[in-house]
């Protein structure tokens, strides 16, 4: 199954990357849902001990070898996603193009903060 699943995936990767911004959003939410349903199986493959019990300790190595480059990738992305996101509001915002309703969600804005203490030190 994985392999039709890789094949899919390997199949769909340049028209998604051409697609538009919906697309994106909800063929890396599909690939999302795919890792976190595989590292959940991963997981209870190495919580069965008749599994574990019969592994050779070099295949056991490979996969956290693996298991650890995938982690520090994925640290990596979030790191780099969330910088990058977090720049580009702090610049949409300082442009006075952010969706209002955003900065309700997400707090006080750093503008907003400035135009705050600014009042502040002026009363």
């Known amino acids: 199954?994985?392999?039709?699943?890789?094949?899919?995936?390997?199949?769909?990767?340049?028209?998604?990357?051409?697609g538009d911004r919906l697309e994106l959003i909800l063929y890396t939410r599909i690939a999302f849902q795919h890792i976190m349903r595989t590292i959940k199986a991963f997981d209870n493959w190495l919580q069965d001990p008749f599994i574990i019990s019969n592994i050779p300790r070099e295949?056991?190595?490979?996969?956290?070898?693996?298991?650890?480059?995938?982690?520090?990738?994925?640290?990596?992305?979030?790191?780099?996603?969330?910088?990058?996101?977090?720049?580009?509001?702090?610049?949409?915002?300082?442009?006075?193009?952010?969706?209002?309703?955003l900065m309700d969600l997400v707090g006080e804005s750093p503008r907003?903060?400035?135009?705050?203490?600014?009042?502040t030190l002026s009363i």
């Not at 199954?1 to 051409?18: G, H, P, S």
């Not at 996969?63 to 996101?85: F, R």
């Not at 907003?112 to 009042?119: G, Y």
Request: no cysteine; aromatic share 6%; proline share 1%.
């Open 1 to 18: 199954m994985q392999k039709k699943v890789k094949e899919w995936f390997d199949n769909i990767y340049d028209n998604v990357k051409k």
């Open 59 to 101: 295949e056991l190595e490979a996969v956290w070898e693996t298991a650890h480059g995938l982690l520090k990738q994925l640290i990596e992305l979030d790191i780099k996603h969330t910088s990058n996101v977090r720049d580009h509001l702090i610049k949409l915002e300082k442009e006075g193009r952010i969706n209002p309703l």
């Open 112 to 119: 907003r903060r400035e135009e705050r203490e600014r009042v």
